[in-house]
């Protein structure tokens, strides 16, 4: 007997230990055919329920390597598309609540990539001269657009030994989405500043000049992560006056000027091993989202280290906090009936160039 998939309104308004009842249900029925995936910003709520947690790029990889049917990822879009890029035909991975996006990632259309693409050929070759480098947090067809153009994809943890090997390929960078991680990579190879200039997608050549594209060394998208952007150098400093001994560190999608006056810049992976490495005893100002944030402090309580977060304001990834509990139990529940909701699903043709791009990467990090 035929079976349509079950309606999210029956789970919009259910109790959250109603629903930890059914997901947990549901867990147990599917058993290894699932596999939850949570990145370290998901609201804890969610987060409890992961098989596996990360960043983006290791979750993918790490559910690839799995032999489960379905692999529900509690992140936003681009990270799901990853996860279908790189998982196998006969997995399917699915997002609870396609709403759960990024804006940072949404700033950087492949039509506005390439119109700049266009406008930069009348000043240059691009295809001789320029290496399109996209950060992971990207939509899927921006990865194929590096792949088809001899570019690449950097996360938060290799954007420098990423420039190194563009730059070994050709002369200049254009660096999308994210302009704070290209700018801080440039900065940390001895790239001046004013050889790192911001490509305004809304002006005409950018915002710039022929003479000033000619002697850029690397064009930074004029996009940013909407929760790093809140982390100001001031509160560093408020923190400093109050703890002369204390330590900072930053994510290196905050601004240039923070993670000049932190004492540690890296990924959410190397923020939580510095943390887990330091001393007893040790006080940290972290500048990343809160629910990470928030998660580490709790977590070395034990060790006697206190970590504090870096903004007086509340600054949470929103986007994927709409992935909530009900959300996970409604997509739980529709594949215990054999029903897929929320499917990603990257086009064959854009997965493979997407793919290149992906790969060329994990060849050299």
Known sequence: ???????????????????????????????????????????????????????????????????ADYLVFCGV?????????????????????????????????????????????????????????TYINSAADLKAFCGEHGGIV????????????????????????DQHLGRWSGHKLGIPLDEMLVW??????????????????????????????????QHILR???????GLVISHPECSYEVCKASDYVGSTEYIINTISKAKAGTRWLVGTELNLVSRISEEFKSQEKIVQFMSPMVCMCSTMARIDPQHLAWALENLVNEKVVNQIKVPVDESKLAKLALTRMLEIS
Request: a negative charge.
């Open 200 to 233: 305004d997608f809304d002006e005409p050549m950018g915002g710039l000049t022929p003479e000033q594209i000619k002697k850029a060394k690397i064009l930074l998208w004029k996009g940013h992560c909407s929760v790093h952007q809140m982390f100001q150098p």
């Open 77 to 133: 879009h681009f990270m799901a598309e990853v996860a279908d890029i790189l998982s196998s035909s006969e997995q399917t991975v699915i997002l609870p609540d396609l709403a759960a996006g990024c804006s940072m990632a949404d700033m950087a259309s492949l039509s506005k990539v390439e119109h700049a693409w266009r406008e930069l050929a009348e000043i240059l070759d691009p295809e001789e001269v320029i290496t399109p480098i």
């Open 239 to 245: 923190f400093r006056n109050q703890y002369p001994d």
């Open 154 to 177: 950097c996360t938060s943890s290799n954007a420098t030994k990423i420039l190194e090997w563009s730059f070994a390929q050709r002369e200049k960078v254009l660096f999308f989405p």
């Open 1 to 67: 007997m035929y079976m349509e998939a079950i309606k999210f309104e029956h789970f919009d308004q259910m109790q959250d230990d109603i629903c930890a009842q059914r997901i947990t249900a549901a867990k147990n029925k599917l058993g290894k055919r699932v596999i939850i995936l949570a990145h370290h910003y998901q609201r804890a709520d969610v987060y409890k329920y992961a098989d596996l947690t990360g960043d983006s790029l290791k979750l993918s990889y790490l559910a690839a390597q799995t032999n």
